[in-house]
């Protein structure tokens, strides 16, 4: 039976209970204005002993529980990259909430944390907060939400404070659809055409990029067993871990292991490289272990940001006024086959994509674009009867 008291003029509760190992512990809160509210609480905290619940956890922090559902769920299953986010994750937590228990934290507190954590660190340098994108925000947030209703089932709370929260933030730059038109698209093709070479490496693999649409990481780990000359085909079954292990790793998707076409140009660039490749390891005696594709003459996979800046280089060569990363190439190449009509479902096939929704939500611009463009042919066609 709760023991149900007034201290300092506000009502509070004690409830104690047998644990599992019938050791007799007891749960206590104060604080409450009415009597009602701590019968209330007392109430639940003794339902929940009922239902089997821990009490041993009622006291335990938001970010404690957070590290506990970590190590259980997430741990050690996912890519660094991801493994690098709890921990990021982990400091937001500790900076804004501290050892802030779990069933204390309101809906409001979370609004508030969330206002905050989106209006970014203050910089004293320029006196002003440099605004968190909006994707950061809600990938935290969504990685809180999943730890709050873990807790819910673990019977700690009863209602999940991240429910309906609004986010807020800015745009991600990676939410601008970048493609180079037609005319620069034509230039920069012609200029990695004419340049590549085993001692530059990295234009093969903007060339790669530009008539494939394949990811960075997806073109890095190609391997000369992944291309069929016979049949101009190059199989994608892995990718490149370009920032840790710089080793194969898994495709992003399952989805994303998938044989495309390759036209001639591309086929021959290739053959090309092999020869180079061939003759360099003949006169060395180097050996390609790997097998690797895109492996240059220091026997190095190109960086990103070695990649990076040969393309910025090269599109300021050619004059191209609105320049694009690599992942823009993917961008690039899918929005050109959608402006020549190519099927979008063999489009999501070719990009990897975990289904057509995905591409259409992606590009969803340039295909409103062209349904107007089909709509008025429609239109012309039906005046033609």
Sequence with gaps: MAQIYKRNNKWSYRVNYLDMHGNRKSISRSGFDLKREAENEADEVERKHRRGANLSEETISLIDYYRQWIDLYKSGRHAQVTEVRYNTI???????FGNTKLKEIRKSDYQRFINEYSRGDYNEATGEYKERSKETVSKTNSYIRAAVQSAIDDQIIYSNFTNNVVLSGKKSKSGDLKFL????????KQAVLDEASFTSVSKYIILTGILTGARFSEILALTWDDIDFESNTISISKSWDY????TFKPTKTESSVRTININQELADALNQLKSQQNAYQLKSGWRNRQNLIFINNRREVPSSA???????NLQKELHILSPITFHGLRHTHASYLISKNIDIFYISKRLGHKNVLVTQRVYAHLLNTMERHEADKTLKALAEL
């Design 90 to 96: 982990d400091k937001v937590i500790v900076k804004y």
């Design 243 to 246: 920032t840790y292990t710089h």
């Design 181 to 188: 038109e037609l005319s620069d698209l034509s230039k920069l």
């Design 306 to 312: 070695a990649v990076n800046k040969m393309l910025r």
